[in-house]
């Protein structure tokens, strides 16, 4: 299959115009007339990433974070994401990426979150399609939900602000780096919300608002979109492999 056409999958599902406009989705290297029979499903694209695909003879990597995200301008060995797509290049390992896109898709992260949290009557939590919220079919105190979000992330670590008695109904749930979106969760009635990367004075200022917070990590938050992608493209005859790219973070 050519790498156009696999792109056209993706983007009847996540259309790019979606994407928020800081983002850098879709094809970032490669030939869209280049054919496909190995692909490298990750949620990075890093040195490791890169040789994995090359150990494995894949021909495209399809990631959730994009690479050349920030304004690169030049590749070169003097620093590390040039030396990845210099790795990239030299082993002809084409990149496409689904963020946003992906984030906000009606079967995307944040709907996978959803639906793994077993929420109820689930809908966006930002006009923007990020995030979900939603009601839990038992309401359950703060601690026990915290136990849950550790067991369904199949995450060893989870950081919490709230009363631990607090009873749970409604959650919201925000993949990734959404701090920002702790005030709409509280508008909209949430006891609870589920995100990542949360700052100190953050959560501080954030917890005044009455609402409980879980920090799940990112990678725990976004991990599920290996299997997204695997649903998406299984029965193209492509042959779909999941990176080993673990957590950047390791807990001792």
């Not at 696999?6 to 054919?35: H, V, Y």
């Not at 790795?87 to 496409?96: F, S």
Request: net charge negative; aromatic share 8%; hydrophobic share 40%.
């Amino acid at each position: 299959m050519k790498l156009k056409q696999i792109a056209d999958i993706i983007e009847k599902e996540f259309p790019l115009s979606t994407a928020f406009e800081w983002d850098n989705c879709g094809l970032l290297l490669g030939d869209r007339e280049r054919e496909i029979k190995t692909v490298l499903l990750s949620l990075d694209v890093s040195c490791e990433v890169a040789r994995e695909a090359k150990d494995a003879c894949a021909d495209l990597i399809l990631s959730h974070h994009p690479i050349l995200f920030d304004g690169t301008k030049r590749i070169t060995a003097d620093n590390p994401e040039g030396r990845l797509i210099a790795e990239l290049l030299q082993n002809n390992i084409c990149v496409y990426s689904a963020h946003t896109n992906c984030d906000v898709g009606k079967n995307g992260i944040n709907a996978r979150l959803a639906k793994i949290f077993e929420l109820s009557d689930a809908e966006f939590l930002e006009d923007s399609g990020l995030g979900r919220i939603g009601n839990l079919k038992t309401p359950i105190s703060f601690a026990d939900f915290a136990l849950f979000t550790k067991k369904i992330l199949n995450t060893p670590f989870v950081r919490i602000c709230g009363d631990k008695k607090a009873q749970i109904s409604r959650v919201a749930v925000a993949s990734g780096a959404c701090s920002d979106s702790i005030p709409e969760a509280v508008k909209k009635g949430a006891d609870v919300i589920v995100t990542a990367d949360m700052k100190y004075h953050d959560m501080i200022n954030y917890s005044h608002m009455g609402i409980s917070i879980i920090d799940a990590g990112h990678y725990p938050t976004e991990i599920i979109v290996t299997d997204i992608f695997y649903e998406l493209l299984s029965g193209t005859g492509i042959k779909l492999i999941k990176s080993k790219n673990p957590d950047i973070f390791e807990f001792i």
